[in-house]
């Protein structure tokens, strides 16, 4: 693992302004988010990683768990890495986390000026049982697959019915700008990124110190809802994607 490279991150979770903090949260909080956080690292999601501080191999904050996502193949977002996070308050596991992608992103059910995710699991779909580990992999899948009727990206839900080739066209234009070419988090990491990293963590802030308390509800829309993060399923809605980009999508 790269500790420069892992230390960056760290600086950017520790120097953020945060509402969610660990003092914040009860000891029945703190306990699920440890499992939680444990069970992640033993066994991620595919192409989701953990950011943790280099010094402990945790994260530095249990209130806001930060995660990096490889964009899926056969994907605008193929060959980049996006950062994210999961907001958690004290309420936590009766009441979801919100996620944000940190990452400037153009996707339908991602607001591009906060980052936050639209997505059935971390609202009418959560359960205190669900687990992150799930949710992660069902974001990610919502890159596979968006739901566009639900958007916080009115454009980018317009595009994605109307013209898929324009849609893919900005969303790799923003991938290309925003998004990593290497993972952070993999071993042997080439250390020069980290000059390229510092930049996008200071264009990143704001989005971080936007997504306050307001942002719980950032949309009132229906949201998407993929309930299986299988590759099988994956794969069989991209194709159905490129079939008929008009109808609605088929949720997971």
């Known amino acids: 693992m790269s500790t420069n490279r892992i230390s960056v991150y760290s600086q950017y979770t520790r120097s953020s302004s ?15 988010l440890s499992r939680e956080v444990r069970s992640l690292q033993k ?23 930060m995660a990096e996502m490889q964009g899926p193949q056969g994907t605008p977002y193929e060959g980049k890495y996006f950062l994210l996070k ?28 906060t980052g936050a995710i639209c997505v059935n699991t971390l609202k009418k779909d959560w359960t205190s049982e669900t687990k992150l580990s799930h949710v ?6 919502l890159l596979i697959v968006p739901f566009p009727e639900s958007s916080l990206n009115d454009e980018a839900g317009k595009l994605f019915m109307e013209s898929y080739d324009e849609y893919a066209k900005r969303a790799r234009l923003l991938a290309d700008v925003h998004g990593r070419s290497s993972s952070m988090t993999k ?23 936007s997504s306050s308390d307001s942002s719980r509800n950032n949309s009132q829309k229906p949201a998407s809802s993929p309930d299986s993060p299988s590759k099988k399923l994956a794969a069989g809605a991209v194709g159905a994607k490129k079939v008929n980009k008009k109808k609605s999508l088929k949720r997971l």
Do not use: M, W, Y
């Open 187 to 209: 071993e042997g990491a080439d250390p020069a990124d980290d000059v390229t990293l510092s930049k996008s963590i200071a264009d990143e802030r704001g989005v971080l110190q």
């Open 18 to 32: 945060s509402s969610s903090t660990s003092e914040n949260l009860p000891p029945r909080t703190l306990a699920r």
């Open 86 to 113: 999961l907001v958690f308050g004290s309420e936590f596991p009766a009441v979801p986390p919100r996620g944000f992608f940190l990452t400037k992103i153009f996707h339908p059910n991602v607001d591009l000026s």
């Open 43 to 65: 066994s991620p999601p595919e192409g989701v990683r953990l950011v943790v501080d280099e010094e402990t191999g945790l994260p530095t904050n249990l209130g806001e768990l």
């Open 136 to 141: 992660l992999a069902v974001i990610r899948c």
